[in-house]
């Protein structure tokens, strides 16, 4: 079986003996991956009337658990974009009717963002759907290769860094 990174290895082979590729060929299937899962995931969420990233900040708004609710700068280091864009994203939230902006009471610099009773309803309705649409892209793989891959996965996020999204925990909430 052969792809088309594959071929782009091959070429550089035969270009370029004295350079072994091979990082080349983990990079490129990743990053064509990457390309090939957002295109479907950005398809699926306009279907729902929702750019990816809108999903992205509600979802990471749900699963934080009641109130529901995290700091800017949470949700700026769980998206890993600029503060720039995070408040741009936030603008257009709420501008939707899917989030709100509160003070901190802890801290009167912050602000706290808060998924809406609308919000909650639209991540609802749309995490089924959307887990089961990743099913479909990961059909692809045997049960024990998705194990694999997801182990593998890891160990490379780890090993770049990528450990926590630093979210504020339950925990926090249930101080309050």
Request: charged content about 35%; aromatic content about 4%; proline content about 5%.
């Amino acid at each position: 079986m052969s792809d088309v990174v594959d071929q782009i290895l091959a070429q550089w082979r035969r270009e370029r003996p004295d350079v072994d590729v091979w990082p080349m060929g983990v990079v490129g299937r990743i990053t064509r991956l990457s390309r090939l899962l957002d295109r479907e995931l950005k398809e699926f969420f306009a279907g729902h009337g929702l750019e990816r990233w809108e999903f992205d900040v509600l979802a990471t708004l749900r699963r934080s658990g009641p109130p529901y609710e995290l700091t800017a700068g949470a949700l700026n280091r769980a998206a890993m974009v600029t503060s720039g864009a995070v408040t741009n994203r936030i603008d257009r939230l709420a501008a939707r009717g899917l989030v709100e902006r509160l003070p901190d009471e802890e801290d009167r610099r912050s602000v706290r963002v808060r998924l809406t009773d609308q919000g909650r309803a639209m991540v609802d309705e749309i995490v089924g759907p959307h887990v089961a649409n990743e099913v479909r892209l990961l059909a692809g793989l045997a049960p024990e290769e998705r194990e694999r891959l997801t182990g593998l996965l890891r160990g490379l996020l780890e090993s770049l860094g990528d450990t926590s999204t630093e979210e504020d925990t339950p925990e926090r909430h249930a101080s309050r």
